[in-house]
């Protein structure tokens, strides 16, 4: 079989999980010696594509046909979540299953034999005896290439395999790509960063709600907004803009350089009084950790932060008096004290971590409170509701209240509607216009890039711990900021 020819075919793929099609026809066509990208927003049916193609999922309907040679090493899958052992060895984890055995005894040598070429074929320089844990990040990755390798597949999937690598070990990926393909390997590379597509795949196949959307198009036939287009389906039209009274005066949050390690790396930005400033950028990209950094949570390494005027958070507590509000993703892990009253939650942040009613205010007057903040947020429950008996959305507005109540001069929010309705998602954005009306500054965070252009007056674009610049204006759509997120595009203007 010669390079180029097809070692994978799949069509018309179908796959259900109680009810909701995952795939309804889908396919895709992989050749030697070649990288093909897949690619499509998150629930587009990539993850069930894959788990098809490796065998681990069956499909309801369709087809997977491997070439004869394929068959021999099958298809081999290196996912986004390592599946190594880092308190084993680099040899151990290269040979988890069966390895060779020499009078019943593991055979060392024979397991470095058979290694040492696709080590050195990856450009993996370490000792087979090392432990694992002592690699590096890009090492590890290297280190499961390597042992899916030593199966001789001749399909080799790399599920996200730059999600949390240095720029450096993305340029060294680059070299281990063109030795596969150059063994005539077919590669699938399913990714977010839509640059890495245009970088490293010679075909880019686009899934859309279970459909293929473009179907093995070749790298120099499309570009970045065309596979966003495809992604998305199409451009919506811009959101309404809102006009915002900015306050002047020095902003209440300004980070100036600030690096964490491996996380951040030169960040500068401000937020204003009045202003909402959305955070966007694909998972580990390090708009979430600046979040952390402006509510205490994470040390910084270098560079300056000053956040309501008083430097520096040491804590989530510091925040708090600085005069910051930090409403998480995860209300029940880190919001809610679900077996707790609604009016027990909603003065937990402001009379124990402020102090404000005095040392022992009466029930009545923490009551008194709640209930003014409710109907502000036209809570469906009483004071005295428990909250773990509300419903998500009603949960998510106390998690509010109880921030409301501090009444904070920077509101940080990451995935504020995340898992509410409609209706829950509308009222939490009003609120967050009152906010920003009433003076406080607002950082946004949300993996619904619609959101991020519905509620903010400019987003700051991360990619790999830096900010390569912010959209706004007319610029700010859904297809913008998509095309600035998956691309890292540094050159970002508003209109």
Excluded at 6 to 31: E, N, T
Excluded at 128 to 151: C, H, K, N, S, W
Aim: hydrophobic share 45%; with cysteine; net charge neutral.
């Amino acid at each position: 079989m010669s390079e180029g020819d097809d070692m994978l075919v799949a069509r018309d793929l179908v796959k259900s999980y109680g009810g909701v099609k995952a795939l309804d026809g889908a396919g895709i066509r992989l050749r030697g010696g070649e990288v093909h990208a897949l690619v499509g927003e998150n629930g587009a049916g990539k993850s069930t594509l894959v788990r098809i193609l490796s065998g681990t999922v069956a499909a309801d309907a369709g087809t997977v046909d491997l070439a004869e040679e394929a068959r021999a090493g099958g298809i081999a899958v290196v996912s986004q979540e390592l599946s190594l052992f880092p308190d084993l060895t680099v040899r151990e984890n290269l040979y988890p299953y069966r390895p060779p055995r020499r009078f019943g005894l593991l055979d060392r040598r024979a397991m470095d034999r058979a290694a040492g070429p696709v080590l050195a074929e990856l450009g993996l320089d370490v000792d087979p005896g090392a432990g694992l844990g002592e690699l590096t990040l890009a090492d590890q990755q290297l280190t499961e290439i390597a042992r899916a390798l030593l199966r001789r597949p001749k399909v080799l999937v790399l599920d996200e395999p730059t999600s949390a690598l240095p720029a450096a070990a993305v340029d060294r990926l680059e070299q281990v790509l063109r030795t596969l393909t150059g063994q005539g390997i077919a590669v699938l590379y399913v990714t977010h960063f839509l640059e890495e597509v245009m970088r490293f795949a010679q075909r880019v196949t686009v899934l859309r709600d279970g459909h293929v959307a473009l179907a093995g198009a070749r790298r120099e036939e499309v570009d970045v907004p065309e596979l966003v287009t495809a992604m998305l389906g199409g451009q919506p039209p811009p959101p309404v803009r809102r006009t915002r009274v900015v306050a002047d005066g020095p902003p209440p949050v300004v980070l100036s350089e600030v690096s964490v390690p491996g996380r951040l790396s030169d960040v500068t930005f401000t937020v204003r009084a009045g202003e909402v400033v959305g955070v966007a950028g694909l998972q580990g990209a390090g708009h979430l950790d600046a979040l952390e950094v402006v509510c205490g949570r994470t040390t910084i390494s270098a560079g300056r932060v000053d956040v309501g005027g008083k430097g520096l958070p040491r804590s989530l507590r510091g925040a708090v008096r600085a005069g910051v509000a930090f409403v998480p993703s995860d209300r029940k892990r880190y919001g809610l004290m679900a077996e707790r009253t609604v009016w027990e939650n909603a003065t937990s942040v402001s009379w124990l971590a402020l102090g404000r009613g005095g040392v022992l205010p009466s029930q009545g007057e923490l009551v008194r409170r709640t209930g003014d903040l409710t109907q502000r947020l036209r809570l469906r429950g009483g004071p005295y509701d428990v909250v773990g008996r509300l419903s998500g959305g009603n949960q998510q507005k106390v998690v509010f209240a109880k921030w409301l109540a501090t009444e904070p001069r920077v509101v940080v929010l990451d995935d504020p509607t995340r898992g509410v309705d409609v209706g829950v998602r509308a009222e939490m954005h009003r609120i967050v216009g009152e906010l920003a009306a009433g003076g406080a500054a607002v950082l946004l965070a949300s993996t619904d890039l619609a959101e991020l252009t519905e509620v903010c007056d400019r987003v700051l674009v991360f990619v790999r711990g830096r900010v390569v610049g912010e959209v706004y204006g007319e610029r700010l759509t859904e297809h913008a900021l998509a095309v600035a997120v998956q691309s890292g595009v540094a050159r970002l203007a508003g209109g």
